[in-house]
């Protein structure tokens, strides 16, 4: 059935995120991969927690990350950060609070911003208990730097998977705790995002939290009449649904994504 963005915004399933903050306009999302006939692709999953009226909370702005070092040369090149994948928690509706999984412990993760034609390198740590491999979205990223499905972070501290890294299998790839990845950014400027693009399990680990901007820069934007600084605001928009208590609601199969079943296929695969 076609929709309309007017009937869409007015189903309420749009949600305004920035920082650890949220303001949803509705507790209503689509989650569910039963389809309801012709009607709709999926059903409604509904928030079991109170939600605030819309646009009652403030809007939060994703921290800037600064580089951990630039080039030593005289004319450097390169920036070079470190963000780390862990557990945290956040404030997104007021009063209660939602487990995340961040890029360093926040959602949104902390914004990288860059300019056209300088290079940057960011090592990511995974301390997470699951693997994870990071996409950045829109990017023009050589295919080692990609993040593509089955390149894997293993977790640091985790050796239950430690079967699978010397698999003689190409499709698969796997770091033990961090991967650097290198961005060349010869492109325009743009607004992008990075997230987590884990096979089978990219829905999941972004739902709870897995998502960030960066955003690149250029000369022909810099001379455009267009809001800088404080008023340039990156605008995340994301749709959830809410425990009583304020987790995240997600229909897994398994919960903690841990993935046994798939990590047993994972091995089948690197035998034959």
Not at 100 to 114: A, E, L, M
Request: charged share 20%; glycine share 10%.
């Amino acid at each position: 059935m076609a929709i309309t963005r007017k009937e869409f915004l007015k189903l309420g399933t749009l949600g305004l995120v920035g920082g650890a903050g949220l303001a949803l306009t509705s507790g209503v999302s689509t989650s569910w991969p039963q389809g309801r006939g012709n009607e709709m692709t999926g059903n409604l999953l509904r928030s079991e927690a109170q939600l605030p009226e819309p646009f009652g909370v403030p809007l939060s702005v994703p921290p800037v990350l600064k580089p951990v070092r630039t080039d030593s040369r005289a004319r450097a090149t390169t920036d070079y950060y470190e963000i780390t994948l862990k557990e945290g928690e956040a404030e997104i509706l007021p009063g209660l609070t939602t487990a995340i999984w961040g890029y360093d412990g926040i959602f949104p993760g902390p914004t990288i911003k860059s300019r056209s034609g300088r290079k940057v390198v960011v090592r990511y740590h995974n301390e997470l208990p699951v693997p994870v491999t990071t996409h950045l979205h829109g990017g023009r990223t050589p295919p080692e730097s990609d993040g593509y499905p089955t390149d894997l972070i293993l977790p640091k501290s985790d050796s239950s998977h430690t079967h699978h890294e010397h698999s003689a299998d190409p499709i698969w790839l796997f770091h033990r705790g961090s991967k650097d990845y290198v961005y060349p950014l010869e492109q325009r400027a743009a607004t992008l995002w990075y997230h987590d693009h884990r096979m089978d399990f990219t829905g999941p680990q972004i739902w709870r939290g897995l998502a960030g901007f960066h955003i690149v820069h250029d000369d022909v934007e810099d001379a455009l009449p267009l809001p800088k600084e404080k008023k340039d605001v990156p605008l995340m928009l994301c749709d959830r649904s809410f425990g009583e208590g304020g987790s995240f609601l997600y229909p897994s199969l398994d919960p903690s994504l841990q993935g046994t079943d798939d990590l047993a296929k994972m091995a089948i695969w690197s035998q034959d």
